[in-house]
């Protein structure tokens, strides 16, 4: 795994934590990662991308709680994608459903949302 893919704006008001779990979920949607791929140990992404070692223990956790990490103490954290595609959908669902309606009241046009999404 290549950790020059992730960085972290630091005057960002999104939690650092979040970047890196936001920065991983993207390497996986984006084939960089891949199911069974091992991520470096917290204290080596901590050390290379220059945060607290807490700050990636957290994301890990973050991950392994949504599914899409597993963390073995032998092995450390591996991608492992929850495989019920129908709980991953919903909670998809319910988070698109605020970003739309968000972007409604912002008077982001019904064509505007769909061509992102496309």
């Given at each position: 795994?290549?950790?020059?893919?992730?960085?972290?704006?630091?005057?960002?008001?999104e939690?650092?934590?979040?970047?890196?779990?936001?920065?991983?979920?993207?390497?996986?949607?984006?084939?960089?990662?891949?199911?069974?791929?091992?991520?470096?140990?917290?204290?080596?992404?901590?050390?290379?991308?220059?945060?607290?070692?807490?700050?990636?223990?957290?994301?890990y956790?973050?991950?392994?709680?949504?599914?899409?990490?597993?963390?073995?103490?032998?092995?450390?954290?591996?991608?492992?994608?929850?495989?019920?595609?129908?709980?991953?959908?919903?909670?998809?669902?319910?988070?698109?459903?605020?970003?739309?309606?968000?972007?409604?009241?912002?008077?982001v046009?019904?064509?505007?949302?769909?061509?992102?999404?496309?």
């Open positions: 795994m290549q950790i020059d893919l992730y960085s972290i704006d630091f005057n960002s008001e939690a650092i934590y979040m970047q890196l779990r936001n920065q991983i979920i993207l390497g996986i949607a984006q084939s960089y990662l891949h199911e069974g791929d091992i991520l470096p140990s917290v204290r080596h992404m901590a050390e290379v991308i220059g945060i607290n070692m807490h700050t990636v223990n957290k994301a956790a973050v991950l392994r709680n949504e599914g899409i990490l597993t963390i073995d103490r032998r092995k450390g954290a591996m991608i492992s994608i929850n495989a019920d595609q129908l709980l991953a959908i919903d909670e998809m669902r319910k988070e698109i459903m605020v970003t739309i309606a968000k972007a409604r009241c912002k008077k046009s019904r064509d505007e949302i769909h061509r992102l999404i496309d």
